[in-house]
């Protein structure tokens, strides 16, 4: 029995079958390109309900004595926040934000976002100097309301979590990993990883 012919079938329908299936290759730069023309045509819309930070600058202690000018400084920068838009917009890129929020808001939620991100920051570095000159209980109340905010500081987690091991709450470690499984940024994994390692 000849099996030449239905063999040269099936191979025929198979090869038939993956032409007619196979997508055209996707690109990148296009979809990128397509994908940013429709958000800077996407229209203005209310950004006033957003979750701003309020700093409360009250609560906070930035009245700690120092001879050091860039603590001083730094404790100005959070002071200045109190009236300034702050937004968490962390893992969010500005084509994102265009097509959510509109491309008209685009500059306004810039600006929020890097008051955020310098807010962080200089939360981090404060800390740092003050446990450097012993004010500990100081800077575990600035690490603290760092973490209140979404900071995806690695910085801030790892000294807050220092204090808490050296106070005896290691507890409180996994309270940390928590607040981190919650942070959209690429440093979640990092974060996560080294906390797991200081318990």
Not at 34 to 61: C, F, H, Q, W
Not at 102 to 124: E, H, M
Not at 141 to 165: C, F, H, P, R, V
Not at 171 to 191: V, W, Y
Request: proline residues 5%; contains cysteine.
């Amino acid at each position: 029995m000849n099996f030449t012919v239905p063999i040269i079938i099936i191979v025929f329908c198979v090869v038939f079958k993956s032409i007619v299936n196979r997508k055209p290759k996707s690109d990148p730069d296009a979809e990128f390109l397509e994908r940013e023309r429709r958000a800077n045509l996407t229209p203005r819309k209310d950004i006033s309900g957003l979750p701003y930070i309020k700093v409360p600058v009250n609560d906070l202690p930035l009245d700690i004595p120092t001879d050091k000018e860039e603590t001083r400084e730094r404790q100005d920068i959070i002071r200045s926040m109190e009236d300034r838009k702050i937004l968490n917009l962390t893992g969010m890129t500005n084509t994102e934000l265009k097509l959510e929020y509109g491309a008209p808001n685009i500059n306004s939620l810039t600006v929020a976002d890097g008051n955020y991100t310098r807010l962080v920051q200089t939360i981090a570095y404060l800390a740092a100097d003050y446990m450097e000159s012993g004010n500990v209980n100081e800077a575990k109340q600035l690490l603290e309301y760092g973490i209140s905010i979404g900071t995806d500081s690695k910085k801030n987690y790892l000294m807050l979590a220092s204090i808490y091991k050296d106070e005896g709450n290691s507890d409180k470690i996994h309270d940390l990993i928590g607040s981190a499984q919650n942070i959209d940024s690429l440093l979640k994994e990092s974060i996560i990883s080294s906390l797991e390692a200081m318990l």
